[in-house]
């Protein structure tokens, strides 16, 4: 069967839709497919959405209608069963509301309206003879399902619609026990249900009619778009449409896929010679003999003036060759002008698996071809053989190249093979989230971890972009996948958290690792590295919580011990943060700062409390004794698994740039950063309140304190950084 026989590439479907029709369906089906695939249309889907809604809202009026007139209407036993059968179509009408957009896009809409039209025709039914028969105003209602039937049935089920309606009023009828003094009502009755019966179905008849050349016109327009006037293949559009789909599949479903280029040899000779009108017939032909060759599910395109394609789906190398030879030796074969063309094929690699690449190396065959003369030696006989002996020295040395590079092409995708066999071993057993993608950030490459991260089968995200497979995460990983693809700078240890499928409501955090891909100095796609460090995270969090209440309960006993300095780590913690923030170091760090300047004097609660708080000025052995609380505060730290980085900033805090502090007498940049931030936070602090053995100094003299320390005891950005968030009152008294 030829390729452009298939309905579904006569009727214009898309790309989508062929790849679910072409060659994987029973020929009996394509028919009904195609049918199905217009069906689908969004303007079809629109207008049975708006229907389908109007149907359910007027039957929901109706039956309001009925329980109004029920409870208006003097009270009995049939009364209250009337009313429950409408508030239970109500009831129905509600719950199926929110489905209609649902409804309304499958197959089975047309038969669920025709469902309802009946059932509401019953209800209506029901009603009248509860009510009192022909003489009920609720018989009325059986109008409607006739009406709502014309707007959207087809022909068939609008008339089945006017007989159920018919044979309804007869059961009402007939069931009345006074029907021998209401048939002259009933026969006016049904005469206008006959009436508006026979106009419903002249209108559903003419609806059907313009809705059927409307899909008519619509499926030639499909066509004229999407195939080329002069050969009936698919047009350039059209086929690299195709072309992305059918990679697509062939990723999804681990198949093969092949594609031929094939060139008309010395075209814009043969159309000098011969014209241009012979020229196109030329075309028509290669066409219609590339139709037949092909099998049913190939895919037929012509992609420029002179240049066809054909895709090949599950085929290999070996089958594209086999495939090739027989298309060049057909087009040879055909009648008419003698033509030749060359005919280059290409497979889809496992290292660039894309369209694009696909296309490159079989254009790349093509030229080869064309290089080496095959397409023309069906038709070089009438040459003298001294020219044909020119020609086949030329021929034979480049053959000869042509073997080198094949030789040398071998080596490279035996070594390739090697590598991704290592890779899957190592995809397979390990406990890394792994994965590659193409410069689109469609995944080629995803091991069974890095699928159940995404909360899915590894099968099932090839050939979808990481968009679609994880769009909530989309806009944290967007930025580094384009900053990898743009620059070519890997991205390392980056966290990304949020919501899998497989765990709704479940936090994750993601260590992610992303490095580019590259094939001769060009990005090809970027590899993806992934830890799922929730856990780990989690247990940090927890950590970082219970130190903050070791902390607190610490700093509480350090103010319960000195009732003096009540506040004073708190205001020390407060101010060493801002500082730190405005020398813009990390925020672990920063983190880390504020919780040992929290607790910067614990080491105070190893110290006498009568000391602590006693007046006066201490004796130099007693101010011995004081000194000694930073290394008393680091060592309880130490003991109870405090972080080092805390632990060494309470232990340096009372450091001085030029080594006259204690414990440790250190100097410059042997004093951490953090501690030399909290000795200034410290200091100002200190020298602002009130002591048991001093009043409290103006700011006059802090900040000169302050001024003249700088650089000699206290880190001179850090005392600058001070006074600019004290002037600006980020740091106030």
Partial sequence: MKSTDNPAIEQGASAAEVDALVGRLPSGATDHTASVAFDSHPHTQKFWSTVLQVGLYVLAGETVATMIYCALTPHGSHRILIFSIALCATLAVAVTVPFVQHIASTVWRSDIAFVWTLAAGLVATLSAHLDGGIDSPLIFMLILPIASAAIALPTRKVAICGVATFAELSYIFLSDQFRHLRTSDTAIF?????????????????????????????STLSVLARTDTLTKCLNHGAFYERLDAEVN????????????????????????????VAGDEVLTRIGTTLREVSRNFDVVGRVGGDEFAVVLPTSGGADAATIAERVRRALVSTAGPPVTASVGFATLSDARPTAKELVRAADSCLYEMKLLGSGRRSVDSQEDPASRRGDESETTTADAELRRVKEHVREIERASAEALSILDAYQSTTTVGLGFSDTECRMLRINPMLAEL??????????????????????????????????????????????????????????????????????????????????????????????RSVVAALAGAVEMRDPYTSGHEHRVAQISGLIAKELHLEVSEIESIELAAEIHDVGKLGLPAELLSRPGKLTAEEMAL???????????????????????????????????????????????????????ADVFDAMFSDRPYRPSLTIEKVLGELRSGSGVLYDPSVVLTFLELWETGRITS
């Fill in 249 to 276: 599949r062939a990723l999804r479903q681990d198949e093969s896929l092949s594609l031929l280029m094939i060139d008309v040899d010395l075209f814009k000779s043969f159309n000098d010679a011969h014209g241009h």
């Fill in 454 to 547: 995404h909360g899915g089968y590894a099968k099932d995200q090839i050939g979808r972009t990481i968009q679609e497979i994880v769009p909530d995460l989309w806009p944290q990983l967007e930025p580094l996948y384009r900053s990898v693809i743009d620059t070519g700078t890997p991205v390392i240890n980056q966290e990304v958290s949020g919501e899998t499928a497989a765990e709704p409501g479940v936090l994750h955090t993601w260590l992610t690792n992303l490095y580019p891909v590259t094939i001769e100095e060009e990005i090809i796609g970027v590899g993806t590295v992934v830890v799922d460090i929730s856990d780990q995270k989690r247990l940090f969090e927890s950590q970082v919580r219970l130190n």
């Fill in 190 to 218: 049904a005469t206008a249900l006959l009436g508006l019966t026979i106009f419903a179905v002249v209108a559903s008849a003419a609806r059907t009619r313009r809705q059927n050349e409307e899909s008519q016109l619509r």
């Fill in 626 to 680: 004081i000194r000694t609380h930073a290394q008393i505060g680091s060592d309880m730290l130490g003991r109870v698994g405090f972080p080092e980085c805390a632990r060494q900033m309470v232990l340096q805090h009372h450091e001085r740039l030029d080594g006259s502090g204690y414990p440790q007498g250190l100097q410059g940049e042997h004093i951490k950063i953090g501690s030399r931030i909290i000795a200034v």
